[in-house]
């Protein structure tokens, strides 16, 4: 009978659905299990570090007292690996850099004996690790004119940096207070290799000092980077995640809540007010109509910056297998890495580092409020991405798509022909080693074909010698774009000037 249907279907789905939950345990518990087998203590890191700074010490004629809490503390092995040469670079650093000469110190009525002290702790799902010298401490004038010097920035900017901007400017790229090169923090080389390895792991730096007291650098590392709890956001039709650390609150505002300082919006957060930008301008994301600052925003932060970024949805949290980016887009501004959803999509991880930075030095989304009078085309132009790389593949017709265009893929060069002799396209973006039929011979194919010869081609390949630059040449390639130099900014700009 019907009921009697009912009531089998009832208990069929009560079964189901205890079945699944009890999976959902299992699965949580190997989950748990593979995650403790791969932590492994600091001190495996720390272990060397005493007889580091005191041989360290003895080589500049300085006496330096280390100490050392919290080695116990356990981290994933993967983080382990990427911490170690950070780790060392600050510790060399601070007896370098910070802790004075004894003649200085007693000259200050300090102790002879320098201090420098490291200290971890687990909280929560992260690893907070300050390395911390009761130094000279920095002098951010001197890092300012350095910085001037080596022309990182201009006087119009160094005009209007507060003091924690300034000591910011240590971990930019050729930045050193150095007049000599040594092998003793580093050879010539900044602390930007500690900003570039922590965001490896998604981690985040903040440094504080004071002058004749001494410096403290704090990092924050998640306990694990195989998997990354990720808030997924939606912008534009766009699906990208968010670390989950670096989420401070969620938010939903009204026209109320922004305010104006200088041209620029602003949401008061515990009296504190922080910069409110558009993720999709953020991310160059066409628009076609003025941005309205309310709806849902993210607050998010990283060290000692914090900014509060406007979404179109938010679309819940989930656990991420983390993938790193291919070589063509190892180091792609904005975005950390990659994973795939439950439904297949693959979305980006957002560097959060990265945005924030952006938000605080270039201020994009003020542009947002006065959008230029350029309008989007009604048909956007198509693009054919032909690689054998899914991954590769999958990153570069998101950078595609975000900018405005359509595009097609294709998995190597035979299917990439195929379809072009059945869709018109107006650019090819191709890489060269692939099965069947490679880039040069795909850019031979097209320039031989009558109604295909004019379509403009761009190889992108990790081959860079000048045999393979002329090959390419040869072939008929309007430009050649090597993997290990690649840039999302020049692969659009490259595009611009063939269509």
Same mark, same amino acid.
């Given at each position: 009978?019907?009921?009697?249907?009912?009531?089998?279907?009832?208990?069929?789905?009560?079964?189901?659905?205890?079945?699944?939950?009890?999976?959902?345990?299992?699965?949580?518990?190997?989950?748990?299990?593979?995650?403790?087998?791969?932590?492994?203590?600091?001190?495996?890191?720390?272990?060397?570090?005493?007889?580091?700074?005191?041989?360290?010490?003895?080589?500049?004629?300085?006496?330096?007292?280390?100490?050392?809490?919290?080695?116990?503390?356990?981290?994933?092995?993967?983080?382990?690996?990427?911490?170690? /040469?950070?780790?060392?670079?600050?510790?060399?650093?601070?007896?370098?850099?910070?802790?004075?000469?004894?003649?200085?110190?007693r000259a200050a009525g300090k102790d002879p004996v320098g201090q420098v002290e490291i200290r971890a702790a687990q909280r929560g799902d992260v690893i907070v690790i300050e390395i911390?010298?009761?130094?000279?401490?920095?002098?951010?004038?001197?890092?300012?004119?350095?910085?001037?010097?080596?022309?990182?920035?201009?006087?119009?900017?160094?005009?209007?940096?507060?003091?924690?901007?300034?000591?910011?400017?240590?971990?930019?790229?050729?930045?050193?207070?150095?007049?000599?090169?040594?092998?003793?923090?580093?050879?010539g080389v900044g602390l930007d290799v500690v900003w570039d390895a922590l965001e490896k792991i998604q981690g985040s730096i903040s440094v504080s000092t004071e002058p004749g007291r001494?410096?403290?650098?704090?990092?924050?590392?998640?306990?694990?980077?195989?998997?990354?709890?990720?808030?997924?956001?939606?912008?534009?039709?766009?699906?990208?995640?968010?670390?989950?650390? =670096?989420?401070?609150?969620?938010?939903?505002?009204?026209?109320?809540?922004?305010?104006?300082?200088?041209?620029?919006?602003?949401?008061?957060?515990?009296?504190?007010?922080?910069?409110?930008?558009?993720?999709?301008?953020?991310?160059?994301?066409?628009?076609?109509?003025?941005?309205?600052?309310?709806?849902?925003?993210?607050?998010?932060?990283?060290?000692?910056?914090?900014?509060?970024?406007?979404?179109?949805?938010?679309?819940?949290?989930?656990?991420?297998?983390?993938?790193?980016?291919? /070589?063509?887009?190892?180091?792609?501004?904005?975005?950390?890495?990659a994973s795939i959803l439950g439904d297949g999509r693959a979305t980006p991880i957002l560097n959060i580092n990265d945005l924030l930075l952006e938000v605080a030095q270039g201020q994009?989304?003020?542009?947002?409020?006065?959008? =230029?009078?350029?309008?989007?085309?009604?048909?956007? /132009?198509?693009?054919?991405?032909?690689?054998?790389?899914?991954?590769?593949?999958?990153?570069?017709?998101?950078?595609?798509?975000?900018?405005?265009?359509?595009?097609?893929?294709?998995?190597?060069?035979?299917?990439?022909?195929?379809?072009?002799?059945?869709?018109?396209?107006?650019?090819?973006?191709?890489?060269?080693?692939?099965?069947?039929?490679?880039?040069?011979?795909?850019?031979?194919?097209?320039?031989?074909?009558?109604?295909?010869?004019?379509?403009?081609?761009?190889?992108?390949?990790?081959?860079?010698? /000048?045999?393979?630059?002329?090959?390419?040449?040869?072939?008929?390639?309007?430009?050649?774009?090597?993997?290990?130099?690649?840039?999302?900014?020049?692969?659009?700009?490259?595009?611009?000037?063939?269509?």
């Amino acid at each position: 009978t019907v009921g009697e249907l009912h009531a089998q279907a009832d208990n069929l789905y009560r079964r189901m659905k205890s079945d699944n939950h009890r999976m959902n345990q299992i699965v949580g518990a190997l989950q748990e299990d593979v995650r403790q087998i791969r932590l492994r203590p600091l001190s495996v890191i720390l272990d060397s570090f005493p007889r580091m700074v005191r041989d360290l010490a003895r080589s500049l004629g300085k006496e330096v007292h280390l100490v050392i809490e919290g080695e116990e503390t356990e981290v994933d092995r993967s983080v382990v690996e990427i911490l170690k /040469p950070p780790l060392v670079h600050l510790v060399r650093n601070a007896v370098d850099h910070g802790i004075e000469m004894p003649e200085a110190r007693r000259a200050a009525g300090k102790d002879p004996v320098g201090q420098v002290e490291i200290r971890a702790a687990q909280r929560g799902d992260v690893i907070v690790i300050e390395i911390r010298d009761d130094g000279a401490g920095i002098d951010a004038r001197r890092v300012l004119d350095k910085a001037l010097a080596a022309g990182i920035l201009s006087q119009e900017q160094a005009a209007s940096m507060s003091e924690s901007e300034i000591l910011w400017l240590i971990f930019r790229a050729g930045f050193s207070t150095r007049h000599t090169v040594s092998d003793i923090s580093g050879r010539g080389v900044g602390l930007d290799v500690v900003w570039d390895a922590l965001e490896k792991i998604q981690g985040s730096i903040s440094v504080s000092t004071e002058p004749g007291r001494g410096t403290c650098f704090t990092l924050t590392v998640p306990l694990t980077i195989a998997t990354v709890l990720c808030l997924l956001v939606d912008v534009q039709g766009h699906t990208f995640a968010a670390p989950v650390l =670096a989420v401070d609150r969620i938010l939903h505002l009204g026209p109320g809540d922004v305010r104006w300082v200088e041209g620029a919006p602003v949401v008061k957060h515990h009296g504190e007010p922080l910069p409110l930008a558009s993720l999709a301008q953020v991310l160059g994301l066409p628009r076609d109509a003025e941005t309205r600052f309310e709806g849902p925003a993210v607050l998010m932060s990283s060290g000692e910056r914090h900014a509060v970024l406007l979404v179109d949805g938010l679309l819940g949290v989930q656990e991420l297998v983390v993938k790193n980016l291919p /070589p063509p887009l190892y180091r792609l501004r904005n975005i950390a890495g990659a994973s795939i959803l439950g439904d297949g999509r693959a979305t980006p991880i957002l560097n959060i580092n990265d945005l924030l930075l952006e938000v605080a030095q270039g201020q994009r989304f003020v542009a947002a409020v006065h959008p =230029a009078g350029k309008s989007e085309p009604a048909t956007p /132009p198509t693009i054919l991405v032909a690689d054998d790389s899914v991954t590769t593949r999958t990153l570069e017709r998101t950078i595609l798509e975000t900018a405005g265009y359509q595009v097609h893929t294709a998995v190597d060069g035979a299917d990439a022909w195929e379809q072009l002799q059945a869709t018109p396209v107006d650019l090819v973006v191709s890489d060269v080693d692939m099965p069947r039929m490679n880039g040069f011979q795909l850019t031979e194919a097209i320039r031989s074909h009558e109604r295909l010869q004019d379509l403009p081609v761009i190889l992108v390949t990790s081959l860079d010698s /000048p045999e393979d630059r002329q090959r390419g040449v040869d072939a008929g390639a309007d430009a050649y774009i090597v993997k290990g130099a690649f840039d999302q900014e020049h692969l659009l700009a490259t595009i611009e000037k063939f269509i």
